[in-house]
């Protein structure tokens, strides 16, 4: 079965400090994964996703993040936060093996102290 | 502007009523989708429909009812089975079928809360 794990259940940074949130998967195969964004009381809004081609992968609101598959990893980056960063994060695993859904990790909270 | 809305946002509820939450999509996708969050456990599939008059169970299934007449439209049922309905709810859709890999899109959500 695939599964996601997100270690870190809070992080704080600094306004204009960098960024890497963690996110390890299971899966049997090349996974599709996706990073999603949810800010309070608000939907999920996908800041970018991977599924072959180039391991590092760009996405919105100048965030990146590389598939790492010797680790099982899909670490999202950010060379500098912002205030507005602030939310809760989420990564994602789906494939056509792994059953007909995606699976959600239990998301990272990130508070930006300024 | 496409896409995807939710209501009500906020939803109170007695013990033993059922309650409907709405999710419309203009974005003509196949796929909806309805999610339960909760605190510090991510997001649960509830239920998902590929198509129109069809739709599946998902991983908590139980207590929970949907209907899928028309293609825009895919309303959560919480019937008075479900044993803890206080929770977010969100609703998603996607452009293709392919529940696994496709990109789905989220609604701005539904918080319950039972009195």
């Known amino acids: 079965a695939q599964s996601v794990t997100q270690p870190d259940i809070h992080i704080t940074v600094s306004e204009g400090a960098s960024l890497e949130l963690r996110c390890n998967y299971s899966y049997g195969a090349t996974p599709y994964l996706f990073w999603y964004v949810q800010s309070p009381g608000q939907g999920l809004q996908l800041l970018l996703k991977y599924f072959s081609g180039d391991t590092l992968v760009q996405g919105i609101k100048g965030f990146e993040a590389e598939f790492k598959r010797s680790q099982s990893s899909f670490n999202l980056r950010k060379p500098s936060v912002h205030w507005s960063d602030a939310a809760e994060y989420f990564c994602a695993v789906g494939g056509p093996r792994g059953g007909n859904k995606l699976t959600f990790g239990t998301g990272t909270q990130l508070k930006v102290e300024l | 502007d496409g896409g995807i809305t939710q209501s009500p946002k906020y939803l109170f509820r007695k013990e033993g009523q059922n309650v409907t939450l709405s999710c419309e999509q203009n974005?003509?996708?196949?796929?909806m989708y309805w999610y339960r969050q909760d605190p510090g456990q991510g997001l649960r599939l509830i239920y998902y429909?590929?198509?129109?008059?069809?739709?599946q169970k998902g991983d908590i299934a139980e207590g929970y009812s949907v209907s899928r007449e028309k293609k825009e439209s895919f309303p959560l049922t919480v019937t008075s089975a479900q044993k803890n309905p206080t929770a977010f709810y969100l609703c998603a859709s996607s452009q293709g079928l392919a529940v696994s890999t496709d990109t789905q899109y989220f609604g701005p959500g539904t918080r319950l809360t039972v009195l």
């Open positions: 974005l003509n996708h196949d796929a």
């Open positions: 429909s590929q198509i129109v008059n069809d739709f």
